[in-house]
C-alpha cells in the first residue's frame, strides 16, 4: 500500500516562497507519475502540477506557471513542489497524488486518475 505524507505548507506573505513535499512509502516513486492538486473552501480540487515516471515530462496549470515548479528525488522517494511569487489566490490546501499506470513520460491533469492521495497540507498567502 502507497502512503503520501505531504509537508511544507503554512502562512507567508505575498510574494513569498515555500517548497512542498511529499514523501512516499510502501512503494518506490520512481514507479509513479506524481501530481500536486489544490482545493480552495468552497471549490473543487484543481490541478497545479504533476511529473512523468521519467522526469521527463512535467506539466503546469496555467495560473501556476512560471512561478512553480516540481521535481522528483527517487532516491529520497520524495516529489517536491517549490512555489514562488506565492499570490493570496494560491491559498488552499494542496494535495500530492500518485500513479502507476501512466506510461513512463506520462502524466495527466485530471483528479479522477489519480490512484492515491495523501492528506493534504495547508497554505495560507496574506496580502
Known amino acids: 500500500q502507497v502512503q503520501l505524507v505531504e509537508s511544507g505548507g503554512g502562512l507567508v506573505q505575498a510574494g513569498g516562497s515555500l517548497r512542498l513535499s511529499c514523501a512516499v512509502s510502501?512503494?518506490?516513486?520512481?514507479?509513479?507519475?506524481m501530481g500536486w492538486f489544490r482545493q480552495a473552501p468552497g471549490k473543487e480540487r484543481e490541478f497545479v502540477a504533476a511529473?512523468?515516471?521519467?522526469?521527463?515530462?512535467?506539466g503546469f496549470a496555467d495560473i501556476v506557471k512560471g512561478r512553480f515548479t516540481i521535481s522528483r528525488d527517487n532516491a529520497k522517494n520524495t516529489v517536491y513542489l517549490q512555489m514562488n511569487s506565492l499570490k493570496p489566490e494560491d491559498t488552499a490546501e494542496y494535495y500530492c497524488?500518485?500513479?502507476?499506470?501512466?506510461?513512463?513520460?506520462?502524466?495527466?491533469?485530471?483528479?479522477?486518475?489519480?490512484?492515491?492521495w495523501g492528506q493534504g497540507t495547508q497554505v495560507t498567502v496574506s496580502s
Open positions: 497524488a500518485a500513479d502507476r499506470r501512466f506510461g513512463s513520460q506520462d502524466f495527466t491533469r485530471a483528479v479522477s486518475r489519480y490512484e492515491y
Open positions: 510502501g512503494r518506490t516513486v520512481s514507479n509513479y507519475a
Open positions: 511529473i512523468s515516471r521519467s522526469g521527463n515530462s512535467i
